[in-house]
Structure formats: C-alpha cells, structure tokens
C-alpha cells in the first residue's frame, strides 16, 4: 500500500491567513493525488483532483501543486468556512489510501 | 448531477454480516466513466478506502479487508452495495458511498451511514 505523510497534523490559524499542507506519499503517484475537506458530521468534499485541478465551485483561493511524491494544498487568505479537516488521498494504485488529514482550526 | 444515498440496518451483533445499499440518482449506475466506492471512518478517525466496483462488475477492494467484503451492483435498482462478515466492534463507523468519475477523485458523496457493533 502506499503510505501518505501529511504535514502539519494541525494548524491554528486566523482569518486572512495563508496556510500551507503537504502530502508525501511513500512511492510516486503521478499525477493522481487528490484533496479533500471535512467539517465536522459531514462527508468529505473533493477540492482538487489529479494534483491541481480545482473543482466546480470551489473558491480560487485553493490551490495545489506538486509532483511524484511531494505535494502542497494551499489557502490563501483564509476565510471562516475554512476552518476543516483536510485529507490528500492517492488513487494511483489500489487501495486508494488517505492521509491521516490536517485540522485548520482557528487561532 | 449523481446523488448517492447509503442505507443500512445501524446496529449489527458482533460475527454477523452488515449489508449496506447505496442508492443512485440523477445519473445512470451503468456509466462506464463512473467508479462506484465504499469508504468508512471511525468516529475521530481518518478515512479509509474499502474498495470500488467498476460497471464491467470488476471489483477492487483494501487487502486489509479482502477476506471479508463484497461490493456488488444491482442495475435494475440503480443501486450499489457493500456486504461485510463476521464484523467486530472495530468495524462501527460512519460508512460512506461516493463515485469518481476522472482521476479516480470522489466528486460525489453520501451522506454517510452510521454502523455500530454491539452485542
């Protein structure tokens, strides 16, 4: 299986803020890594898909980058709906592994 | 747009068997451009891949829980569904249906059916 290292486990941060995660898988991906936000008794919600696709409706003020095996989701000016859980997952190989997610809450 | 909703029993013994559908909507199940997938979290937990079946029937599921799932698709109901044996207490989580349609990312979710085990 391939392994998913998330960066930082959690993070306090204010309004207004950039915050940045990383995701580093244990063996290359490709292109196929994707980001998720959680909120809580809620179901995950895809952000960005195969690297750094943004998905429909999702604020531009998410981005990510990467390649191979290191990876950044970033949130620029970070808005109070933001404050989640976020998860990177792989689907280049099966299973389909998550990282262990990244809490934003607020400072 | 596909909206998916997952039903189940909640409360299962321990050894039983858990079945769980996810219905389909708004899209058709015999999509062959769609992944149809069972993922699970325990409560405070992360998010685990349980597996996914393709419209060809082809299944892939997590070797951690191989021996002991089914995924199946019953297309004359739209629907999908997760079938789990001899189950334990760590098997209680909130389980999710979802389906990715390009890159393997899930687009579409659930809203997550809570399973407990408990004698």
New interface residues.
């Given amino acids: 299986?391939i392994q998913l290292t998330q960066s930082p486990s959690s993070l306090s941060a204010s309004a207004g803020d950039s915050v940045t995660i990383t995701c580093r898988p244990s063996q290359p991906v490709d292109?196929?890594l994707?980001w998720?936000q959680?909120k809580p008794g809620?179901?995950?919600?895809?952000l960005i898909?195969?690297t750094s696709?943004l998905?429909s409706g999702v604020p531009s003020r998410f981005s990510a980058r990467g390649s191979g095996a290191y990876f950044i989701l970033t949130i620029s000016s970070l808005q109070p709906e933001d404050f989640a859980t976020y998860?990177c997952?792989q689907?280049?190989s099966?299973?389909?592994?998550?990282?262990?997610?990244t809490r934003v809450d607020m400072k | 747009q596909v909206r998916l909703q997952e039903s189940g029993p909640g409360l299962v013994k321990p050894s039983q068997t858990v079945s769980l559908t996810c219905a389909v909507s708004g899209g058709s199940i015999n999509n062959s451009r769609h992944h149809w997938?069972w993922l699970r979290q325990e409560p405070g937990k992360?998010?685990?891949?349980i597996?996914?079946i393709y419209s060809t029937g082809a299944t892939?599921?997590?070797?951690?829980l191989q021996s002991r799932v089914t995924i199946s698709v019953d297309t004359s109901k739209s629907h999908f569904s997760l079938t789990l044996s001899s189950v334990t207490v760590a098997d209680s989580a909130v389980y999710?249906c979802?389906t990715?349609e390009?890159?393997?990312?899930?687009?579409v979710?659930?809203?997550?059916t809570t399973v407990t085990v408990s004698s």
């Avoid at chain 2, 979710?109 to 997550?112: E, I």
């Fill in positions: 299986d292109k196929y994707n998720y959680q809620k179901a995950p919600n895809i898909s195969a696709i998905q998860y997952q689907s280049y099966t299973p389909h592994t998550f990282g262990p997610g | 997938s992360g998010l685990e891949w597996g996914h892939y599921y997590n070797p951690s999710y979802a990715d390009r890159f393997g990312a899930m687009d979710w659930g809203q997550g």
